[in-house]
Antibody, heavy 125, light 107 residues
Framework: QITLKESGPTLVKPTQTLTLTCTFSGFSLSSTGVGVGWIRQPPGKAVEWLAFIYWDDDKRYRPSLKSRLSITKDTSKNQVVLAMTNLDPVDTGTYYCAHSRAEHVVVLNAAFDVWGQGTMVTVSS | DIQMTQSPSTLSASVGDRVTLTCRAS??????LAWYQQKPGKAPKLLISKASSLHTGVPSRFSGSGSGTEFTLTISSLQPDDFATYYC?????????FGQGTKLEIK
């Protein structure tokens, strides 16, 4: 059974850096085709894709946030970490991590089949 | 970047109704389209991937169709548990993108 759980601060001040950890079980992020993504949701708004990391350490970012985001993995700890710099109140929302696994190695497209419960982050002074 | 547009934004329906939700991509995404269901305070749940493949454990009253730029999610007979917000997502290419959601309300 695959599970993911997000953790991190609930309140962050503007201009600070947010560090969120996704701790997972039931899969290995060293297995071919596996990836973990981060998605966020401002209060009352739609979900928004932020970043993704593949088993081979290939990383992808939302272009508008690329300069502020960093995604890393620690395979031995079964964790994926998302860092976001220079926070602003508009970054307030629930942050989710989610698992994906491609059906074939040649074609890596995959939906997010299992999500964490999410962690709410408020950016306020 | 690929923009995803869902319609309608809100849909009012009754238990037992057949409803269809629409999702359009700003450029072709083949069949790399997923549908998620989200209830208040909960994470989205995968319903359908690859436009029409029902995810494990999802009731058969849900079905998806389409390819290219036009996609639909159909619920054949609405159940009380189905009233929620539905999102489509393209995973054809990065940056991945979600639609703005369709809120399915009880009439």
């Amino acid at each position: 059974q695959i599970t993911l759980k997000e953790s991190g601060p609930t309140l962050v001040k503007p201009t600070q850096t947010l560090t969120l950890t996704c701790t997972f079980s039931g899969f290995s992020l060293s297995s071919t085709g596996v990836g973990v993504g981060w998605i966020r949701q401002p209060p009352g708004k739609a979900v928004e894709w932020l970043a993704f990391i593949y088993w081979d350490d290939d990383k992808r970012y939302r272009p508008s946030l690329k300069s502020r985001l960093s995604i890393t993995k620690d395979t031995s700890k079964n964790q994926v970490v998302l860092a976001m710099t220079n926070l602003d109140p508009v970054d307030t929302g629930t942050y989710y991590c989610a698992h994906s696994r491609a059906e074939h190695v040649v074609v890596l497209n995959a939906a997010f089949d299992v999500w964490g419960q999410g962690t709410m982050v408020t950016v306020s002074s | 970047d690929i923009q995803m547009t869902q319609s309608p934004s809100t849909l009012s329906a009754s238990v037992g109704d057949r409803v269809t939700l629409t999702c359009r991509a700003s450029q072709t995404i083949s069949s790399w389209l997923a549908w998620y269901q989200q209830k208040p305070g909960k994470a989205p749940k995968l319903l359908i991937s690859k436009a029409s493949s029902l995810h494990t454990g999802v009731p058969s009253r849900f079905s998806g169709s389409g390819s290219g730029t036009e996609f639909t999610l159909t619920i054949s007979s609405l159940q009380p548990d189905d009233f929620a917000t539905y999102y489509c997502q393209q995973y054809n290419s990065f940056p991945y993108s979600f639609g703005q959601g369709t809120k399915l309300e009880i009439k």
